[in-house]
């Protein structure tokens, strides 16, 4: 779940704004345990179980020693503090109405379910860079840590009473499934050289050797060129759903706020279109100013 997701749970009707933001905040520290890169992997990977198991069971056992384990290794207080803070956070999701507890237990454990996979397929044991089994396995990933974001989003609207028909709740959910994972999918086009300095790489190890990708071979550019290529027309085609989805929301603000990210993504992606192979080495970035050109697009469009 992105941290920018913060943004749009101000723009949620009243009755979807507790259940959002609860969400967030344990997809925020379930993430922050992930990334703590200086905690060895099994035991990041021992705690997220735990962590898992207390949003399954609604348990606050074991969330102390959680703190008290990673707090200490956080170098901004606000990551520390909201690890301190989990028992608290999930006395209030036990406290939801029922269909929205259910929909809060649904999603934070499936993010987890991603995080641990990430975690378990780059760093728990050596090996190439490049360690993805096939396209199904990325699909997946991005369904994990994204695509549930958008069916949350439809349940919780659904069973909050705000405006969206049981009728159009099947084609909403498919629709925001595929634009949480697009937006996924768009990250990690961006990020791709960044990633691979860090010995990690998302793209399809099937698809990058049928392209030329040898893991000592200086071909590596090319192939990872030609499949993320491949991989934008995907990226595309899934953000392209949100903003079908943004057309189907009932509320204004709220089309605002979820078609907003889908421009950003398309700009990131023309961006990563004309850059090329130098996007391995630079860093594609949206300014400021686009931002707000796209902020006023999205306005107008609503």
Known sequence: MS???????????????????????LARASDT???????????????LDQMEAAVKEISPDGLPGLARAIGPRQSHEGEKA?????????????????????????????????????????????????????????ELYTYRVA????????????????GISAEKAERLRDLGRRYGQGL???????????????????????????????????HNRHALGRVAEIWRIKAQEWVGAGKEYARHLPWGRVRWATLLPALLAEETLQLLDQAGEGALD?????????????????????
Request: hydrophobic share 45%; net charge positive; proline share 7%.
């Open 3 to 25: 941290r920018s997701f913060y943004l749009s749970i101000i723009f949620l009707p009243k009755r979807m704004q507790e259940p959002v933001a609860l969400g967030y905040l």
């Open 147 to 162: 695509g549930c974001v958008g069916e949350f989003w439809t349940r919780v609207g659904l069973d909050s009473g705000v």
């Open 82 to 138: 909201l690890l301190e803070r989990l028992p608290q956070i999930l006395a209030l999701v036990s406290a939801l109405e029922v269909p929205h507890r259910e929909a809060v237990q649904a999603v934070v454990t499936t993010i987890i379910q991603g995080q641990k996979w990430d975690v378990e397929t780059f760093e728990q044991t050596p090996g190439p860079s490049a360690r993805v089994g096939s396209d199904a396995a990325l």
């Open 184 to 218: 996924q999918l768009v990250n990690i086009l961006r990020d791709l050289g960044e990633d691979l300095g860090r010995g990690r790489c998302y793209l399809p190890r099937p698809s990058l050797l049928m392209a030329g990708w040898n893991d000592e071979g200086p």
């Open 282 to 302: 630079t860093k594609v970035k949206i300014s400021r100013q686009m931002v707000r050109r796209c902020a006023w697009r999205a306005l107008g469009k609503i």
């Open 33 to 47: 345990v992930a990334d703590t890169t200086n905690l060895p992997p099994a035991e990041r990977l021992a705690w």
